[in-house]
C-alpha cells in the first residue's frame, strides 16, 4: 500500500463539494495553479446528477482514424494497470488523434470492465457510446458521444496526458463532476475542506447582501471591502 498525505475519507468529503468549488479552495491553498490543472474545454458528461467522482488518475493514450502501424498496447495489461488498489480509481484517457473522438474507447463493454475493476469513472477528450446500455454507476465526463469505435485502440499508458489543457500523471488525485475535471495536488487533499469554509464565508457576505430587501450598490462596496478577495 503507498504511503499518501491523504485516505479515502479524506477523498469522501472532498466528494461532497462541486468541482468549480474545489477550484476556488485550490486558489487558496495552492496559488500558482490558479489557472492550470483543470479541464478547458466544454465537456458532455453521462449522469450530470451523480455526485463528483474523486480517485486516483489511471493515464493512457489511445487513437482511432487508423488500425495499428506497430505492436499495439495490450488492453489486458492497461486493466491490470487501473485494478483498484488502496483506494478507487479514475481512467485519464487522451485521444491523440488529429480527429479527436473519432472512434469511442468508451461503451458498454468498457465500462462495464472498469466498473468491476475497481474504477468510478473516466475523464476523457475522446468520445463514448452505448449510453443506454452503460454500467450503472461508473461516471464519464468525455469530449463527445459517438457511434462508432472505428480503429480505436491503446497506444500507451501510465505516462501524463493532457485531456482538454488537464495534465495528469499516474496517482494524481482527480476530482470531476458536470463541470470538468481538476487535478488535486496530493498535498493539499486535506487543506482543502478549510479553504472552501473560508472562500464560502466570503462569498456568504456577498450573496447575502444581494438577497436582503434594500439592496444598494453602497452595501454591495461595503460587503466587497469585508469580504476581502472574492473572484
Same mark, same amino acid.
Given at each position: 500500500?503507498?504511503?499518501r498525505?491523504?485516505?479515502?475519507?479524506?477523498?469522501?468529503?472532498?466528494?461532497?463539494w462541486d468541482?468549480?468549488?474545489?477550484c476556488?479552495?485550490?486558489?487558496?491553498?495552492?496559488?500558482?495553479?490558479r489557472?492550470?490543472?483543470?479541464?478547458?474545454?466544454?465537456?458532455?458528461?453521462?449522469d450530470?446528477?451523480?455526485? +463528483?467522482?474523486?480517485?486516483?488518475?489511471?493515464?493512457?493514450?489511445?487513437?482511432?482514424?487508423? +488500425?495499428?502501424?506497430?505492436?499495439?498496447?495490450?488492453?489486458?495489461?492497461?486493466?491490470?494497470?487501473?485494478?483498484?488498489?488502496?483506494?478507487?480509481?479514475?481512467?485519464?484517457?487522451?485521444?491523440?488523434?488529429g480527429r479527436?473522438?473519432?472512434?469511442?474507447?468508451?461503451?458498454?463493454?468498457?465500462?462495464t470492465i472498469?466498473?468491476a475493476?475497481?474504477?468510478?469513472? =473516466?475523464?476523457?477528450?475522446g468520445?463514448?457510446?452505448?449510453?443506454?446500455?452503460?454500467?450503472?454507476?461508473?461516471?464519464?465526463?468525455?469530449?463527445?458521444?459517438? +457511434?462508432?469505435?472505428? &480503429?480505436?485502440?491503446m497506444v500507451?499508458f501510465?505516462?501524463?496526458?493532457?485531456?482538454?489543457?488537464?495534465?495528469?500523471? &499516474?496517482?494524481?488525485?482527480? &476530482?470531476?463532476?458536470? &463541470?470538468?475535471?481538476v487535478?488535486i495536488?496530493?498535498?493539499?487533499?486535506?487543506k482543502l475542506?478549510?479553504?472552501i469554509?473560508?472562500?464560502?464565508?466570503?462569498e456568504?457576505?456577498?450573496l447575502?447582501? =444581494?438577497?436582503?430587501?434594500?439592496?444598494?450598490?453602497a452595501?454591495?462596496?461595503?460587503?466587497?471591502?469585508?469580504?476581502?478577495?472574492?473572484?
Amino acid at each position: 500500500m503507498a504511503e499518501r498525505p491523504f485516505n479515502q475519507s479524506d477523498l469522501d468529503v472532498l466528494a461532497q463539494w462541486d468541482t468549480p468549488t474545489i477550484c476556488n479552495g485550490l486558489e487558496i491553498v495552492v496559488p500558482d495553479r490558479r489557472a492550470i490543472g483543470f479541464t478547458t474545454e466544454p465537456m458532455v458528461c453521462l449522469d450530470p446528477k451523480a455526485k +463528483p467522482i474523486v480517485g486516483l488518475a489511471r493515464v493512457g493514450m489511445i487513437r482511432a482514424t487508423e +488500425p495499428p502501424r506497430s505492436k499495439v498496447t495490450d488492453r489486458a495489461d492497461w486493466y491490470d494497470y487501473v485494478a483498484r488498489v488502496d483506494l478507487p480509481t479514475i481512467a485519464v484517457l487522451q485521444d491523440i488523434d488529429g480527429r479527436i473522438g473519432y472512434g469511442a474507447y468508451w461503451g458498454e463493454v468498457q465500462s462495464t470492465i472498469h466498473k468491476a475493476l475497481g474504477s468510478i469513472g =473516466c475523464v476523457t477528450n475522446g468520445s463514448f457510446r452505448d449510453l443506454e446500455m452503460w454500467a450503472p454507476g461508473f461516471q464519464m465526463i468525455g469530449g463527445r458521444v459517438g +457511434p462508432s469505435h472505428a &480503429h480505436v485502440h491503446m497506444v500507451d499508458f501510465a505516462k501524463p496526458v493532457n485531456v482538454f489543457g488537464m495534465h495528469a500523471a &499516474h496517482d494524481d488525485v482527480i &476530482h470531476a463532476d458536470y &463541470h470538468g475535471a481538476v487535478v488535486i495536488p496530493a498535498d493539499a487533499v486535506r487543506k482543502l475542506p478549510a479553504a472552501i469554509d473560508l472562500v464560502s464565508r466570503r462569498e456568504a457576505v456577498i450573496l447575502d447582501v =444581494c438577497k436582503a430587501p434594500g439592496f444598494t450598490p453602497a452595501k454591495l462596496r461595503e460587503a466587497l471591502r469585508k469580504s476581502g478577495e472574492i473572484h
